[in-house]
């Protein structure tokens, strides 16, 4: 039993058994019972709720605030979709998104209570609709611009052939020089289309695979692009089962991604490999039963916020020289493999955390879910 519980008889008491957070408030907003779930919630046991007022336990906004006032002035009730509530320090505090409803109450067993406070956090919710909008988005940008390097593939090979006949015909060095530069940008440019048009070509060959070994080939390749400055870090959970995936296009998603962290340090910084087990994850609608977790971090500048909601569309680079292709190629990659991809990004500390069912290619593995 909790400190909190002890305040209450078992009427009361017995709020500690809801998955919801509650928390019951006198006419002051301080604090007079939080159940296990709402000490959970904020990150506080019940000892150092107790009495406190609410707004020191976490930040919320004035509406919320208002709410609680016309709670015990009025005896009215509120109930808002979405809010945000900040728990933690002020600088290193954590916004949680949630439904909350504020009920006023008088009971005879805790005549000092006046009203009760539920929150449910919606961020899983919130979570699987951005990522259900995002899907829709870059199927309609990628059917785009499919079509796009479609139509302008067949020119460019007009154009090379052309520069390749006027080259033959030219006696003077400098002025095939000329046509060397109209072959050698058709060739980028082809090259481009191709990469463009490849997802969407290639057959995947899924076999029986450990992520450690894909992991280790992907840090032997950015030490040889790196070879002296960029540290790479491991921190495996080696009791992980091999899981059924492409092995080339796991290798191209990890290192799409790894390198642009090296690129965005300048090769001096510090990248951490680190795998993890989740279990009863759903992705993409689809209930499985085990999923693997590999979070790519570094300690470099950070991504900025309006450019992290945009980064996975074709053709937005973060850098001048960038394609822009890369993190598009992996998150394709990884969604046919019923992945998802996420990323958190401050100053000093980027995480890339790639989530993959153990086996996306068994339908026994998983259920569909409405």
Not at 32 to 46: P, V
Not at 131 to 146: G, K, N, P, T, V
Request: hydrophobic share 40%.
């Amino acid at each position: 039993m909790t400190t909190s519980q002890k305040a209450f008889p078992p009427p009361l008491g017995g709020l500690d058994y809801l998955a919801s957070a509650i928390l019951l408030l006198n006419a002051e907003h301080r604090v007079c019972y939080a159940n296990s779930a709402a000490e959970n919630l904020l990150e506080a046991t019940g000892r150092a709720l107790l009495q406190r007022p609410l707004n020191t336990v976490a930040r919320y906004s004035a509406t919320l605030q208002q709410a609680l006032d016309n709670a015990v002035a009025n005896n009215w009730s509120y109930t808002g979709q979405n809010v945000e509530i900040r728990r933690g320090k002020p600088d290193r505090g954590e916004t949680l998104h949630l439904n909350c409803t504020v009920t006023p109450m008088q009971s005879p067993d805790a005549p000092e209570v006046r009203m009760l406070v539920e929150l449910q956090p919606i961020d899983q919710q919130l979570k699987a609709s951005r990522e259900e909008r995002r899907i829709e988005q870059q199927q309609a940008s990628r059917e785009l611009i499919r079509n796009l390097a479609h139509e302008i593939k067949n020119p460019l090979g007009g154009i090379r052939g052309a520069a390749q006949l006027l080259e033959r015909e030219l006696n003077n060095p400098v002025l095939q020089e000329y046509t060397q530069v109209i072959i050698k940008e058709a060739d980028r440019l082809q090259d481009l289309m191709q990469r463009l048009l490849s997802p969407h070509r290639a057959a995947l060959q899924p076999r029986l695979m450990s992520v450690h070994e894909v992991l280790e080939r992907v840090g032997s390749l950015l030490k040889l692009e790196f070879p002296a400055t960029l540290s790479i870090l491991r921190d495996y959970d080696t009791s992980l089962p091999e899981l059924v995936a492409d092995r080339e296009q796991l290798i191209q998603v990890f290192l799409n991604i790894a390198r642009n962290a090296a690129q965005a340090m300048e090769g001096k910084g510090e990248i951490v490999f680190r795998s993890r087990s989740a279990r009863q994850v759903t992705l993409v609608k689809r209930r499985f039963r085990l999923a693997i977790d590999v979070a790519i971090i570094d300690n470099g500048p950070g991504i900025a916020d309006d450019f992290r909601e945009r980064m996975f569309y074709p053709l937005v680079s973060g850098r001048p020289d960038g394609t822009g292709l890369g993190l598009t190629l992996a998150q394709s990659f990884v969604q046919q493999h019923q992945g998802t991809i996420e990323c958190e990004s401050r100053p000093g500390h980027t995480v890339f955390l790639i989530r993959l069912p153990l086996n996306a290619f068994d339908p026994a593995s998983s259920e569909s879910l409405p």
